[in-house]
Nanobody, 117 residues
């Protein structure tokens, strides 16, 4: 199983950005998938997660209403649409997959998102 995150960059406050996570390995199709982030000097935190079918999602309160997670098992991809970005969203974003929403077994390499004020 491999996860490959991409799409990070430098944007201004209020802008939008779309992150993508490509995955390989049939096992991931039946796994929950999610996004996490880690800002400098802080612990990694949960951002959003999707059920293995993609019909259920959960979000951290800090991103609810601004971020949207989607997954497409046929295309072996997951995305995170981020709108109304704020400087506090600056972090390295990681995609993850696991057999349950609380057991993240596989991690991508991370992609940097920087939001300037």
């Amino acid at each position: 199983v491999q996860l490959q995150a991409s799409g990070g960059g430098l944007v201004q406050a209020g802008d939008s950005l779309r992150l993508a996570c490509a995955f390989s390995g049939r096992a991931v199709e039946s796994y929950a998938m999610g996004w996490f982030r880690q800002a400098p000097g802080k612990e990694r935190e949960f951002v959003a997660r999707s059920s293995w079918r993609g019909n259920s999602a959960a979000y951290a309160d800090s991103v609810k209403g601004r971020f949207t997670i989607n997954r497409d098992n046929a295309k072996r991809s997951m995305s995170l649409e981020m709108n109304s970005l704020q400087p506090e969203d600056t972090a390295v974003y990681y995609c993850a997959a696991g057999p349950s929403p609380f057991s993240w077994k596989y991690w991508g390499q991370g992609t940097q998102v920087t939001v300037s004020s």
